[in-house]
């Protein structure tokens, strides 16, 4: 390899404190989640608002497999 794949993606790298163990995760711009190195617990990193954050019909337009890989099954929990 000749030189950093992700530099042509136009990556950022960035580093989340798992929530669970404080363990430093490094976490690049186009990824939304990974396991804990240390405590093998999913991660996610943060991300700005969006639409299926408050709209209601988030479920039904990303469907379940997807709603549930955002973590978004997650925050309905949360809400209640």
Known sequence: MDKCPGRE???RAK????PYCKYAIEFFSDELKRN???CKKE???????????????AKECLGDRLYKE???DVCDKKKK
């Open 15 to 18: 580093i989340v404190k798992c």
């Open 43 to 57: 991660v996610f990193q943060e991300k700005l608002p969006a639409c299926i954050d408050w709209c209601k019909y």
């Open 70 to 72: 955002l973590g978004m």
């Open 9 to 11: 993606k136009n990556l």
């Open 36 to 38: 804990c190195p240390k």
